[in-house]
């Protein structure tokens, strides 16, 4: 079967068919994933937290996230199908449109097919740069964990008309940018619709509620091997006695069926 790729996603979004994200760090990890029918392979800032032990992203390096892309992306190539590669660009590796070139030139490079920002519409220019230099844009919005100590804790975003207004208008202007999927993190399940509505590019979600056209996971959370407090949006699939590949196959298979995520993984407006 071919690849995974943009295209792939975008006619998954226009056939109203779900598709499955899943974080990986390494080579075993991402087989396995991308086996089990995992469409997106998210290298992600989290591994600050599950692999390297620190309470939040912010100490990940560019060089931590080409390391784990190139490991990834010796897995993938192994799957029946490959999924595609995104990679988080950590911790203020982007703050100028030259700087984010040059970060994500060092994780296309590893392996990526895709990088993943942090951030609303003043990512405008870094996002039209990047499509101008060929490379693929997912746009984080809501819950951003870099900016963490700016919100305050890990707290909803976008439940206020003002803030849900803004949200949308800064999808818009992301997506009109360049931004080929745009990704939302634990905002109220209506709004997470609305912009999924209002957008033409694929909207994956966390703790966003089931009407995007994706839903993401830490892969170590999703296997019960979470040692702190579990967010309101993961659930333990290796809870029915499952092996780690049947949890990723259950999974894949909760996300498009509708079952997962239930009403109990969104928050309300």
Request: aromatic share 6%; with cysteine; charged share 20%.
């Given at each position: 079967?071919?690849?995974?790729s943009?295209?792939?996603?975008?006619n998954?979004k226009?056939q109203?068919?779900?598709?499955?994200?899943?974080?990986?760090?390494?080579?075993?990890?991402a087989?396995?994933?991308?086996?089990?029918?995992?469409?997106?392979l998210?290298?992600?800032?989290s591994?600050g937290?599950?692999?390297?032990?620190?309470?939040?992203?912010?100490?990940?390096?560019?060089?931590?996230m080409?390391?784990?892309?190139?490991?990834?992306?010796?897995?993938?190539?192994?799957?029946a199908?490959?999924?595609?590669?995104?990679?988080?660009?950590?911790?203020?590796?982007?703050?100028t449109?030259?700087?984010?070139?040059?970060?994500?030139r060092?994780?296309?490079?590893?392996?990526?097919?895709?990088?993943?920002?942090?951030?609303?519409?003043?990512?405008?220019?870094l996002?039209?740069?990047?499509?101008?230099?060929?490379?693929?844009?997912?746009?984080?919005l809501?819950?951003?964990p870099?900016?963490?100590?700016?919100?305050?804790?890990?707290?909803?975003?976008?439940?206020?008309?003002?803030?849900?207004?803004?949200?949308?208008?800064?999808?818009?202007?992301?997506?009109?940018?360049?931004?080929?999927?745009?990704?939302?993190?634990?905002?109220?399940?209506?709004?997470?619709?609305?912009?999924?509505?209002?957008?033409?590019?694929?909207?994956?979600?966390?703790?966003?509620?089931?009407?995007?056209?994706?839903?993401?996971?830490v892969?170590h959370?999703?296997l019960?091997?979470?040692?702190?407090r579990?967010?309101?949006?993961?659930?333990?699939?290796?809870?029915?006695?499952?092996?780690?590949?049947?949890a990723?196959?259950?999974?894949?298979?909760?996300?498009?069926?509708?079952?997962?995520?239930?009403?109990?993984?969104?928050?309300?407006s």
């Amino acid at each position: 079967m071919s690849p995974i790729s943009i295209r792939t996603l975008q006619n998954m979004k226009e056939q109203q068919e779900k598709f499955t994200v899943l974080t990986a760090y390494d080579a075993t990890f991402a087989q396995l994933a991308a086996d089990a029918g995992v469409e997106v392979l998210l290298v992600g800032d989290s591994l600050g937290n599950v692999l390297q032990g620190h309470d939040s992203t912010l100490p990940v390096t560019v060089a931590d996230m080409a390391y784990h892309t190139a490991s990834v992306a010796r897995g993938n190539r192994r799957a029946a199908r490959p999924a595609l590669i995104m990679t988080d660009l950590p911790f203020m590796s982007y703050g100028t449109v030259e700087q984010g070139l040059e970060s994500a030139r060092a994780v296309m490079q590893a392996g990526a097919q895709m990088v993943k920002l942090e951030g609303d519409d003043w990512l405008v220019p870094l996002v039209e740069a990047l499509s101008r230099q060929g490379v693929p844009v997912c746009a984080h919005l809501g819950l951003t964990p870099q900016s963490v100590n700016k919100f305050g804790g890990y707290r909803v975003q976008g439940r206020d008309e003002a803030a849900a207004d803004a949200m949308v208008e800064h999808s818009r202007a992301l997506a009109d940018a360049g931004a080929d999927i745009l990704l939302l993190e634990c905002v109220p399940n209506a709004l997470a619709e609305r912009i999924t509505q209002a957008v033409n590019v694929p909207v994956i979600g966390i703790g966003a509620g089931a009407a995007t056209d994706a839903q993401v996971l830490v892969m170590h959370d999703m296997l019960g091997l979470n040692t702190g407090r579990t967010p309101k949006f993961v659930k333990n699939f290796m809870a029915d006695g499952r092996n780690v590949q049947q949890a990723f196959a259950a999974y894949v298979e909760e996300v498009k069926a509708g079952t997962f995520p239930g009403e109990e993984h969104g928050f309300a407006s």
